[in-house]
């Protein structure tokens, strides 16, 4: 309420046309609406036409991790370190190369989504949604027309992100693009610059760099991924600078020239970096302006994203708000938890997050993925901890793989032998990580990993020789203080 008095919660007599509508139909959506369904309750979805999905299938995860794999297999990149930079399907790869898969795969995941709602009987409200009041949805048809409206007893916010656009950067959709514009490249250009050192940035950058282009990343952080394990971004850095990226770093964009011929772009210090395309990578904004969140009593911050609690929910008691709309982590998989949990939430379902343990997952070229605690964080807590690390050389199947760079680490504590942090990169990165994440959750210890049998030969028996590393390293300096 305007007042700042919470709304009060909705008379069980009144009836509402559905139990709980959700405007948008991305992985939190989608699961926030099926979660609801699975209990019992009348739910209904409000999306796009052609959005189905929502960002993640259309414009974000899937084409852009599709896109990933199209680049490895095309160029032989994950062969490169046996056969040679030679081992490529094709020498000259086209967009249409590389978009054939990407097409494919949407369409795939569109009707997978589609069927998963219909089969748990949840209703999709085809136009754009908005709020009349705070229990009422209007939903408009393309061309802004009101088609119907209807009312819920909850309300599920969950309509995504686009990437922020400066105001000072002249966009023309073909030379200078922001990361949805990238997919709809007419070629692979010779050379680009990347503004911005973020996961959506670096991403494109190594894809990039693998196809041939030359890329230059600008950021104006001193640190690239500063999220990430420095060691591990190190690891990157080192590899991309193998693909001829270069790295401007702790530099500022004063403005970018772009004409027939390509770009140019002017940095503060004074230097200009000549490209024939320009992909900004700015951050995302919270895509709420179309909700009228005034009518339910809500606002957005100058990034559209919206406040929520512990719950997911908002300063009106039976609205919430999932994925990309509150801000970081901003992931798919994370959505997907988030939109489960507000459903529960809403209807007092028993629920429980383990929001300690949520893996990260950055799909470079190599893949970095983590979870836990980074070595700043336990310093900075006076946590006494032990680092082992396995590298993918050392391993057979890293040799039958050829990822000769690939590393795994695990932070140790030194007096519980406790797993607090898995940091990996290399091949299969986001897929190893949850053998990490399972220990932690369950509290497990180093132990586990020593003892247990793995099998041979696979990238999973990293773990043992890292847990191998650090229980030497403790015992090495048990043996000095007795």
């Known amino acids: 309420m305007s007042d700042g008095t919470p709304a009060p919660e909705p008379e069980q007599d009144v009836r509402y046309d559905y139990d709980l509508v959700v405007i948008g139909s991305g992985p939190g959506g989608q699961k926030a609406a099926i979660a609801a369904a699975k209990l019992g309750h009348r ?25 990933r794999e199209a680049v490895m297999y095309l160029t032989g990149m994950a062969q490169r370190d046996m056969y040679g930079a030679s081992y490529r399907v094709k020498s000259d790869i086209t967009v249409e190369d590389l978009f054939a898969r990407t097409q494919h795969v949407i369409g795939r995941e569109i009707e997978v989504i589609r069927a998963q709602l219909l089969r748990n009987h949840v209703d999709i409200l085809t136009g754009t949604g908005s709020f009349v009041d705070e229990h009422t949805i209007g939903v408009l048809d393309e061309d802004g027309v009101r088609r119907t409206h209807v009312t819920a007893r909850f309300v ?46 670096i991403e494109y950058a190594s894809m990039f760099a693998a196809l041939g282009t030359r890329v230059t990343i600008i950021d104006k952080r001193p640190t690239m991924l500063e999220m990430c394990d ?51 990578s700015a951050g995302r904004q919270g895509q709420t302006a179309s909700l009228n969140l005034e009518a339910a009593g809500l606002s957005a911050d100058k990034r559209g994203r919206i406040d929520v609690d ?18 970081f982590p901003a992931l798919a998989a994370t959505s997907m938890d988030q939109g489960r949990l507000a459903a529960y939430h809403a209807f007092d379902e028993p629920a429980r997050e383990l929001a300690a343990v949520q893996p990260i997952g950055i799909y470079t070229i190599p893949e970095i993925s983590y979870c836990g605690r980074t070595e700043d964080e336990l310093t900075t807590a006076s946590v006494p901890y032990e680092v082992g690390i396995a590298r993918y050389r050392e391993l057979a199947r890293g040799q ?12 140790v504590n030194t007096e519980t032998r406790e797993l607090l942090g898995v940091h990996i990169f290399g091949t299969q990165a986001t ?19 020593v003892d247990t ?22 015992r090495q300096v048990a043996r000095f203080s007795s």
Request: with cysteine.
């Open 453 to 474: 049998v793995l099998n041979y030969p696979t990238l999973s028996e990293a773990y043992k020789v890292a847990a191998l590393d650090a229980t030497n390293k403790i």
């Open 43 to 67: 739910v209904a979805v409000v999306e796009r036409r052609h959005m189905m999905g929502g960002v993640s299938v259309n414009t974000g995860t899937i084409p852009s991790k599709t896109l």
């Open 400 to 411: 039958i793989v050829g990822d000769s760079y690939g590393m795994l680490k695990l932070l």
């Open 156 to 201: 599920v916010i969950a309509t995504g992100s686009k990437p922020h656009r400066p105001d000072t950067v002249q966009f023309d959709e073909r030379t200078v693009v922001d990361s949805d514009g990238v997919l709809a490249l007419e070629r692979v250009p010779n050379s680009m610059v990347v503004v911005g050192a973020g996961i959506i940035g």
């Open 431 to 449: 897929d190893l990580v949850h053998i990490g994440q399972a220990i932690m959750a369950c509290g497990g210890t180093i132990d586990y990993l």
């Open 230 to 280: 420095p060691e591990v971004v190190e690891s990157l850095k080192f590899h991309l600078r193998d693909l001829s990226v270069s790295f401007r770093l702790g530099e500022e964009v004063a403005g970018v020239d772009s004409n027939t011929h390509g770009t140019v772009t002017r940095l503060a210090s004074g230097k200009k970096i000549a490209a024939d395309t320009v992909m900004y």
């Open 310 to 327: 512990g719950e997911y929910r908002t300063s009106v008691p039976h609205v919430f708000a999932v994925g990309d709309v509150i801000g």
